[in-house]
């Protein structure tokens, strides 16, 4: 068991990556309260619209559609340390700019809009560039760990921070919820600026002409020309906009299905949490680049769990189905991610991750509106188990291309054996 244990947590004996995943889980505490504490203060501005939430979820993930590619090219040029350093510069100055909205009660709806887009750019600016960077802490060697405990981290950070916002917004009220927010964007800050960079694994940068050389466009023609890339960003493309959508969809499932206050909704949101932490527990043993069945596999699990939870007609039923949703949900996420980040060049990883993170996060503007839209006409659960649906034709989908591209590589493979021999005879 402790040999067991000492693999799974083996990348936190580095401490420049110590030192991130401390940072991050910091963070990432205080922004899942103040997505809640969002999500509250804008039903309470907005009379309990569903449509009004689907829209501030819209703004928040627009700029990582617009700029997520850019910033993986710069991430393929640049330091990424510094370049993690201005982002989450970025993102705290806005924090402490809302939270004093908040706090002196001078906060309007468009204010969660204009907030909610430009922390988007912040998220937009920061996502690759972090995914990126993982490599350069831990190298190729603990990459698969190092993955699986990010993830663990921010669900981690999942299960406390939705939890802790509840009680809090109920006892305080949704400014102090921000407050924190703000505060705990700061560590991160501190955590890079105490790295070590010459620990950092990482090349040296290209020269100038060359950075200059490198487009996005190189970026996509790589992974079109790469299918065992394209698929699990195909899939995921599809589950991110129609399913991963919980955010929006289990403030209204509680809100407007149920009846029940914010610590209720932050139930919902610790115990999905709390399955999905398993799933990226159950990863960090992992040491080699995930099958394309086994990323077909979860997406089907986390599909279909998805599709019960919207159907489920009772509060205790959705609560003991979101778990099992949360460990598909991530354990799909985290397999598809190591495929495509181990499967990927150095040269080109900067633009690939972004590109991931596009069809990850960047699908939401145009998901998070219509389901929204689907919540507040035809109820919450509606547009859970539809997104569910979608998501579970487009996985079978992908295992049926797959299993007649692995079939037609096994027919080239035998027939022409017996052929030789005939032709001898």
């Given at each position: ?31 899942w ?5 969002q ?226 909704f932050?139930?919902?949101s ?92 960047g ?8 389901i ?24 079978l ?26 032709t001898?005879?």
């Amino acid at each position: 068991m402790q040999a067991r244990l000492s693999t799974m947590f083996q990348s936190l004996q580095v401490r420049n990556y110590r030192l991130f995943a401390f940072g991050q889980l910091v963070k990432l505490i205080g922004v899942w309260m103040m997505f809640i504490a969002q999500d509250w203060l804008v039903l309470e501005l907005s009379g309990d619209s569903a449509t009004a939430l689907g829209v501030v979820v819209a703004l928040q993930f627009t700029p990582v559609l617009l700029l997520t590619l850019l910033s993986g090219r710069l991430a393929d040029r640049y330091d990424k340390r510094m370049l993690l350093f201005v982002a989450n510069a970025f993102w705290t100055v806005l924090s402490l700019a809302m939270s004093v909205l908040v706090l002196t009660d001078l906060v309007q709806l468009w204010h969660v809009f204009v907030f909610a887009a430009l922390l988007g750019v912040a998220n937009a600016m920061e996502t690759p560039v972090r995914q990126a960077f993982v490599s350069e802490l831990v190298g190729t060697a603990l990459l698969p760990n190092a993955l699986s405990l990010n993830a663990a981290v921010f669900n981690s950070a999942r299960i406390v921070g939705p939890a802790v916002a509840g009680l809090a917004i109920a006892v305080f009220d949704v400014g102090p919820v921000f407050l924190v927010t703000a505060l705990s964007s700061i560590a991160p800050l501190v955590t890079v600026i105490r790295m070590r960079p010459t620990e950092l694994h990482r090349d040296p940068l290209p020269p100038r002409d060359e950075r200059a050389a490198a487009t996005v466009l190189d970026g996509l023609r790589y992974v079109a020309r790469r299918p065992d890339l394209l698929l699990p960003m195909v899939v995921m493309s599809v589950i991110g906009m129609s399913l991963f959508n919980f955010q929006l969809t289990l403030a209204a499932l509680a809100k407007t299905v149920f009846n029940t206050g914010a610590a209720s909704f932050g139930l919902f949101s610790t115990t999905l949490a709390a399955g999905a932490l398993v799933g990226a527990l159950a990863g960090t043993g992992r040491r080699s680049r995930p099958s394309v069945w086994l990323v077909l596999g979860a997406a089907i699990g986390c599909a279909t769990f998805g599709t019960l939870v919207g159907l489920a007609p009772a509060y205790w039923m959705v609560v003991a189905l979101l778990p099992p949703t949360g460990f598909f949900m991530v354990y799909f996420a985290q397999a598809a991610n190591q495929r495509v980040q181990l499967g990927t060049d150095a040269a080109f990883r900067g633009r690939v991750m972004a590109l991931w993170v596009l069809v990850f996060l960047g699908t939401n503007p145009v998901g998070a509106p219509i389901i929204g839209w689907v919540a507040e006409t035809f109820g919450a659960g509606a547009s859970i188990w539809a997104g569910g649906l979608l998501s579970l034709t487009t996985a079978l989908l992908a295992l049926a291309w797959q299993l007649r591209r692995a079939g037609a590589r096994l027919r080239f493979r035998v027939l022409p054996l017996p052929r030789f021999y005939v032709t001898e005879m």
